[in-house]
Nanobody, 114 residues
Framework: QVQLVESGGGLVQPGGSLRLSCVAS????????MGWYRQAPGKQRELVAH???????NYVDSVKGRFTISRDNAKNTVNLQMNSLKPEDTAVYYC????????WGQGTQVTVSS
């Protein structure tokens, strides 16, 4: 009922920046909170940033001051601006949206390496 498509991942050097975008389609009128999660090989998926329909945000401690989540309800998009990237930020980043159940995008790979 809800489809999420991420884009913007890639290879970047430490200290660089990337901007991830997620576009929602389908039955999107009742979507509430949206967020970005990431998962590295052998590790659990973790919440990176979260934003409510009203614009309230929260971040995992490790990205505070470096990442910014935003959403455009008119365009049905949520973005993640990632600055000052570190090698430990390397992971597959997933977009998520809550309606009746939680929906997930396919993920976009972010690799931070020198």
């Amino acid at each position: 009922q809800v489809q999420l498509v991420e884009s913007g991942g890639g290879l970047v050097q430490p200290g660089g920046s990337l901007r991830l975008s997620c576009v929602a389609s389908g039955r999107i009128f009742s979507i509430g909170a949206m967020g970005w999660y990431r998962q590295a090989p052998g590790k659990q998926r973790e919440l990176v940033a979260h934003i409510t329909s009203g614009g309230n945000t929260n971040y995992v401690d490790s990205v505070k001051g470096r990442f910014t989540i935003s959403r455009d309800n008119a365009k049905n998009t949520v973005n993640l601006q990632m600055n000052s990237l570190k090698p430990e930020d390397t992971a597959v980043y997933y977009c998520s949206a809550m309606r009746v159940v939680r929906y997930w995008g396919q993920g976009t790979q972010v690799t931070v390496s020198s």
